[in-house]
């Protein structure tokens, strides 16, 4: 992944007081910061339904979820789809979320933890899997540009690991240390891009995953991001 500086990444300018001294978040966005999980819900249906495959439920969706994306599919099933199956589904996948994405919002309390934790000094960032040129919209269209001191999302093609993203990520955020960061997300591969690059996890229930599987992880599960916060303090503290 290309890295973006402040300036195209959406930033408010550098809070030089806060880094350093407070942890600093990396936010994962969707299904932690944006709560889209009923557009991943329907959008995965539909690319089911170009192979045959029966819907799928949310608390299924959450049971079987894991990443790379090819993996999750091979556990519905019962196989790796081929190349051009998988090339298909993302396709579809791409244009059922972009149709009912639009009609998703942030999280409940996310506008306001964000203001807070950057009024009281600390540093925030986004790092997504989501495409970089349709992640940028979105954010400003929210108003809550100015609280990032950087927002990367996932240049080339869909699938793979976060972690190199991560790493990629961490090294162009000035100032920052990954030992007094914490990562903020609702997917085992937060805390696996976490450990990657020496920071800290916390991992919601929002989104992606169920409690089980992400309880695997290791790191602390919370049902709520305000929870998240305050354990972000903890961990550094």
């Not at 557009?39 to 495959?53: C, D, H, P, Y």
């Not at 090339?87 to 996310?110: E, K, P």
């Not at 961490?170 to 990954?178: K, N, R, Y």
């Not at 609702?186 to 989104?207: E, F, I, N, S």
């Amino acid at each position: 992944m290309g890295t973006h500086n402040v300036k195209d990444a959406v930033t408010a300018g550098h809070a030089e007081s806060g880094a350093g001294r407070a942890a600093h978040i990396v936010w994962d966005w969707n299904g932690t910061l944006f709560h889209d999980v009923d557009a991943v819900i329907s959008a995965t249906n539909a690319a089911f339904a170009e192979l045959g495959l029966e819907p799928i439920t949310l608390a299924r969706y959450r049971e079987l979820y894991c990443v790379p994306i090819p993996r999750f599919y091979e556990r519905l099933m019962g196989r790796l789809p081929t190349p051009a199956e998988w090339d298909h589904m993302d396709t579809v996948f791409q244009r059922h979320y972009r149709d009912h994405h639009i009609r998703c919002a942030l999280a409940d309390g996310a506008e306001s933890l964000l203001r807070r934790w950057q009024e009281a000094g600390g540093t925030q960032s986004i790092m997504s899997m989501y495409g970089h040129e349709d992640l940028l919209p979105l954010v400003r269209g929210f108003g809550i540009e100015r609280r990032f001191i950087r927002v990367d999302g996932r240049t080339g093609p869909s699938g793979g690991s976060k972690a190199e993203h991560m790493a990629r990520h961490i090294a162009g955020l000035d100032g920052v240390s990954a030992r007094r960061t914490v990562v903020i997300g609702d997917a085992v591969d937060d805390a696996v891009a976490a450990a990657h690059v020496g920071a800290h996890a916390v991992l919601y229930t929002g989104g992606s995953h169920s409690r089980e599987s992400l309880a695997e992880a290791g790191v602390p599960v919370v049902d709520s991001l305000v929870e998240a916060v305050a354990e972000a303090e903890r961990l550094v503290g």
